[in-house]
C-alpha cells in the first residue's frame, strides 16, 4: 500500500510560479512509476506529467510542455511538478498517483494509489 499527500498548491498570478510536492510513503519509493493529473471544475480528469521509477523517463502533456518539470527525490520519497509560466487555464486540483510499477504510463487507469489533490488557482 502507498500513501500520498500532496502539498504546495495555492493562489498565483498569470505568469507566475508554484512547486507542487507529492511525499509517498508504504513501500519502496522508487519501484513507482508516479504521475500528476488535474482536474478544472466542471471537467474531466486529465495527464500533467508521469515519471519513472528511477526517475529517467519522463513525459508532460502537450499543454504544460516546455513550462512545468516533474522531477523526483527516491531519497526524500517525494515527487514534483515545477510549473513556471502559469495560465489561468492551469487552474485546477492537481493530483498525484502511483503506479505498483517503475514504468510510467500516460493512462489515468494505469494508476494504483491517488492522492487527495492540491487546488491550483492562477488569477489573470
Known amino acids: 500500500q502507498v500513501q500520498l499527500v500532496e502539498s504546495g498548491g495555492g493562489l498565483v498570478q498569470a505568469g507566475g510560479s508554484l512547486r507542487v510536492s507529492c511525499a509517498a510513503s508504504?513501500?519502496?519509493?522508487?519501484?513507482?512509476?508516479m504521475g500528476w493529473f488535474r482536474q478544472a471544475a466542471g471537467k474531466e480528469r486529465e495527464f500533467v506529467a508521469v515519471?519513472?521509477?528511477?526517475?529517467?523517463?519522463?513525459y508532460l502533456a502537450a499543454s504544460v510542455k516546455g513550462r512545468f518539470t516533474i522531477s523526483r527525490d527516491n531519497g526524500k520519497n517525494t515527487m514534483y511538478l515545477q510549473m513556471n509560466s502559469l495560465k489561468p487555464e492551469d487552474t485546477a486540483v492537481y493530483y498525484c498517483?502511483?503506479?505498483?510499477?517503475?514504468?510510467?504510463?500516460?493512462?489515468?487507469?494505469?494508476?494504483?494509489?491517488w492522492g487527495q489533490g492540491t487546488q491550483v488557482t492562477v488569477s489573470s
Open positions: 498517483a502511483a503506479r505498483r510499477n517503475m514504468e510510467a504510463t500516460r493512462l489515468e487507469s494505469g494508476y494504483d494509489y
Open positions: 508504504g513501500r519502496t519509493f522508487s519501484t513507482n512509476a
Open positions: 515519471i519513472s521509477g528511477s526517475g529517467g523517463v519522463t
